[in-house]
Nanobody, 123 residues
Framework: VPLQASGGGLVQSGGSLRLSCTLS????????IGWFRQAPGKEREGVSC????????YYTDSVKGRFTFSRDNAKNTVYLQMNSLKPEDTGVYYC?????????????????WGQGTLVTVSS
């Protein structure tokens, strides 16, 4: 799988993690990447993506002000900086390509999914 998320782990509430998404063998800049997560027993949801319209980042309401989407094209890597983590942020985090990013609640994947990384936030 050429796309892979990493950087997850166990952290206490209030802590931080930085997730990375790397794409092997292909220029990441050619793809619209988004971040998604799936909490235990819940459906997968969009977390953050770059707006298809204006290039600004969208964040789902529950992570606004705490998470930051960034990319380093030289390293072919996209990041999700997660601060002030809460137990409800626990889940498997995925990155995906070719994300149609229309709003913080409307993120659709037309490309492929990478392997996820588990984030566990303890209270």
């Amino acid at each position: 799988v050429p796309l892979q998320a990493s950087g997850g782990g166990l952290v206490q509430s209030g802590g931080s993690l930085r997730l990375s998404c790397t794409l092997s063998g292909l220029p990441l800049n050619d793809y619209k990447i988004g971040w998604f997560r799936q909490a235990p027993g819940k459906e997968r949801e969009g977390v953050s993506c770059i707006s298809t319209r204006d290039g600004n980042p969208y964040y789902t309401d529950s992570v606004k002000g705490r998470f930051t989407f960034s990319r380093d094209n030289a390293k072919n890597t996209v990041y999700l900086q997660m601060n002030s983590l809460k137990p409800e942020d626990t889940g498997v985090y995925y990155c995906a390509t070719d994300v149609l990013c229309l709003s913080q609640s409307n993120m659709k994947v037309f490309g492929f999914w990478g392997q996820g990384t588990l984030v566990t936030v303890s209270s």
